[in-house]
């Protein structure tokens, strides 16, 4: 026992020691910050290329009906002729000239638009979105119907979940908690995915490192190759949680530091508001959008999210580690012999990362509850599915048959691994790993 | 107090299609300095691997100071450097030595006691902070001889010691080795450099295939060997020929005022010494030609692999 501590206190500080340990913890939430900044940048409109369309409506329909988008403003030219304007609208300053011919109200067509660069979606959909509305009103108009009615017929329904995974929910955020709980399903089944990718890999590219430099060997006549396994797999568990308790703290760093920086903007935004108007309105949606999110996430049952990824991401972490440390084993010198090898590993993660998409449009079809609950994919599925609620039986039952998949994986990877450690200068295959497992003493 | 350190009685391991050790029995005594001599891929490796704990036999018994082997037990007592080295290249020196002495059983402070002392002795000691993948292959060496020898154990373990070392490295350990032996540590000693068997050993076994073909020490050894082979160096050049054939010896080879004679079966040394006497040779120097292990070496294995020839095409014939 005190030898295993040794080897996993090796691991462990060997790894954490590493700069580059140090630089990923600190670098990825910066890149993760950057990400989302870039995002909100673009949507904010940082980016922003205007468009100045000339209109020649020869329908007269269309006059001063055609609002200006935030980035396209349309320029009636009531008396010019298109024909001859074609060749210079570019010289006036125009991006492109909207040419509306006479068309029957019943059968709109013949709108021409010039331009040198082809329209992009949003501008294209922006523009046929106009001319519709603007016809569709006047064919309301021509049938008699009254707009304002109308609009007093059209509903906005929202749907109350008393009773749903989500607790609590206040009418104000009705419906927010669905879009909250897809959000947090994603983001921890993105999270337990690559970490068992990521992290198994190192356990397998440790202990191919241990075979090749023959460290092994020393090794293995001091300790049992059960003990050197089960010390790198949970030396590098315990690199993945210090790595994952960093970032668990540094988010919520952030997000209470948010919380209390967002009655302060707003207050901020609200004395500003005579004087600069357009400035602090941003900041007071911001602020806004700010404690909706915070709402929103405390209508989530977040400690049970947070004690559920622990356990999800150790459970299926010691599951795959234990089978990519087998793999290791079995590689001999080269490492790109181990790709044939780690494929039957790779496969159930990649179709449980698939499944989990799956799992977060119908949390509970019968797949979905299926897969949460083997223990192969059930450390992705059942996360996805955990924000939505899950019954009790079904979380104990998946909890369960993951403790005793991982209790059986580790013993056919250690029967694997105690075989493979020493096995020098021949090429393994799948089939002869399969018999190292089960092999009587 | 058993005399033999370790005894090994007809140890076998077979791996799927061939047999690695197939009955091989040897004893070593305390103190001694042993070799244990093949060609590559004769079951060296695979026979210290089970002396080490780390295979198990598939049949016969390891006796480690006249009891069975317990592989957890007698480990500690057990110091083995296996032939590719066994270190961590990104580990710093320090750390790794008072690792690998913590898994051997050692505690913290006797470690780095013992640890500070060799890696003075072996000039190492700016080295402490460094990493294991920034040193030359000679000190990486010494690195991992040190980690071998730290807890002191009472049967030392070394395959292929000496590789890639260049001469004052080689001796510097090998020093040490004689020292450790001294003092009592028993030494296994596996090569196929045979200089290195003559100078260093006292007892060798010899193994080829899996089996072991001669084992004793080495003076014995070569006593068996020996062709009766003799040099005589004369003060002038003599008028003999090679080929030439007297009463008790046949003259093999003529170089200058050396002759390398033949003595024929039942004829004293005496003999060849009045012939020349009787010719009025006056002469400098008379001694017998003993094998040298390689000779040995290389007869044995040839030997062996002639067997195995006839006996594959007498069960090819039959």
Redesign the interface.
């Known amino acids: 026992m005190h030898k295993t501590w040794l080897i996993i206190q090796r691991e462990y500080l060997s790894r954490v020691k590493k700069k580059s340990f140090i630089i990923l913890t600190l670098l990825v939430p910066l890149i993760i910050a950057a990400f989302i900044g870039i995002q909100i940048f673009l949507v904010t409109g940082g980016n922003k290329e205007t468009q100045h369309i000339a209109v020649i409506d020869e329908s007269g329909m269309f006059s001063g009906k055609l609002k200006d988008g935030q980035q396209l403003f349309f320029t009636f030219l009531g008396d010019k002729s298109p024909q001859t304007f074609v060749t210079q609208y570019e010289k006036t300053g125009y991006n492109g000239l909207l040419v509306i011919p006479r068309f029957d109200l019943n059968n709109p067509d013949g709108f021409v638009y010039y331009s040198k660069h082809q329209l992009g979606l949003g501008p294209y959909a922006y523009i046929t979105g106009r001319l519709n509305n603007v016809i569709e009103d006047q064919r309301m108009i021509a049938a008699g119907i009254d707009k304002e009615k109308l609009a007093g017929v059209k509903a906005d329904v929202s749907l109350l979940q008393p009773g749903a995974g989500a607790s609590g929910q206040s009418k104000d955020n009705t419906g927010y908690a669905t879009y909250a709980s897809t959000a947090v399903g994603y983001i921890c089944g993105f999270f337990i995915y690559f970490i068992l990718l990521i992290y198994g890999t190192q356990v397998m590219r440790g202990v191919a490192e241990e075979k090749t430099n023959r460290i092994a060997e020393v090794l293995v006549s001091s300790v049992k190759p059960f003990q050197m396994m089960i010390g790198k797999v949970v030396g590098i568990a315990g690199v993945g949680l210090t790595q994952f308790l960093i970032w668990i703290f540094l988010g919520l760093m952030v997000f209470f530091a948010l919380g209390s920086l967002a009655p302060s903007l707003a207050h901020q935004a609200g004395n500003l508001q005579q004087m600069q108007q357009m400035g602090s309105a941003g900041n007071a949606r911001i602020a806004e959008a700010m404690s909706k999110v915070q709402d929103v996430i405390l209508l989530l049952p977040v400690t049970e999210i947070i004690l559920c990824f622990l356990f999800y991401f150790l459970g299926g972490y010691l599951l795959y580690a234990a089978l990519f440390a087998a793999v290791g084993s079995a590689v001999d010198q080269d490492m790109t012999e181990s790709q044939a090898l780690t494929l039957p590993i790779t496969m159930p993660l990649v179709i449980s990362f698939l499944i989990m998409f799956n799992a977060i449009q119908q949390p509970n079809s019968p797949l979905a509850v299926f897969c949460s609950i083997f223990p192969v994919s059930s450390p992705l599925v059942m996360m996805a599915r955990i924000p939505f609620g899950v019954p009790w039986w079904q979380l104990a039952l998946s909890i369960l048959l993951l403790i005793v998949g991982i209790l059986l994986t580790i013993w056919i990877a250690g029967k694997i691994y105690r075989t493979g450690i020493l096995m020098y200068g021949k090429k393994v295959t799948l089939k002869e790993l399969g018999r190292w497992a089960f092999r009587k003493e | 107090m058993a005399k033999n350190i370790l005894s090994v009685r007809h140890l076998k391991k077979y791996f799927e299609a061939h047999k690695a050790v197939d009955d091989i029995s040897f004893d070593i005594s305390k103190g001694n300095i042993f070799g244990l001599l093949g060609p590559n891929g004769a079951g060296k490796t695979t026979l210290l691997?089970m002396i080490?704990?780390?295979?198990y036999p598939d049949e016969g018994e390891i006796l480690f100071n006249g009891a069975p082997f317990i592989a957890t037990k007698d480990?500690?007592r057990?110091g083995?450097?296996?032939?590719?080295?066994?270190?961590?290249?990104?580990?710093k020196i320090g750390e790794q030595i008072l690792?690998?002495a913590?898994?051997?059983g050692m505690s913290y402070t006797e470690a780095r006691q013992k640890a500070l002392f060799w890696v003075k002795k072996f000039e190492l000691y700016s080295w402490w902070n460094k990493k294991v993948g920034d040193l030359s292959k000679g000190m990486q060496q010494k690195v991992q001889f040190i980690?071998t020898i730290l807890h002191e154990p009472h049967l030392l373990i070394l395959d292929e010691p000496f590789s890639g070392l260049d001469p004052i490295n080689t001796n510097i350990i090998k020093e040490e080795i004689f020292d450790l032996a001294k003092k009592g540590t028993t030494i296994i000693f596996s090569t196929h450099r045979m200089e290195q068997v003559e100078e260093i050993c006292r007892n060798i076994v010899l193994v080829n295939k899996g089996r072991k073909i001669l084992d004793g020490p080495i003076d014995q050894i070569k006593q068996d060997f020996k062709k009766h082979e003799f040099s005589v160096t004369l003060a002038e050049i003599p008028e003999e020929i090679p080929g030439r054939e007297t009463g008790s010896f046949l003259i093999e080879k003529v170089q200058g005022q050396t002759l390398i004679i033949k003595l024929k079966e039942g004829k004293s040394n005496n003999e060849v010494l009045q012939y020349f006497m009787q010719k009025g040779y006056t002469i400098h120097n008379f001694r017998e030609i003993l094998p040298s292990i390689n000779e040995v070496f290389i007869e044995c294995v040839e030997a062996t692999s002639r067997e195995d020839e006839s006996q594959f095409i007498q069960q090819a014939v039959a």
């Open positions: 691997r080490t704990g780390i295979f480990i500690s057990i083995y450097m296996p032939e590719e080295r066994g270190l961590y290249k990104k580990m690792y690998l913590q898994l051997r980690s």
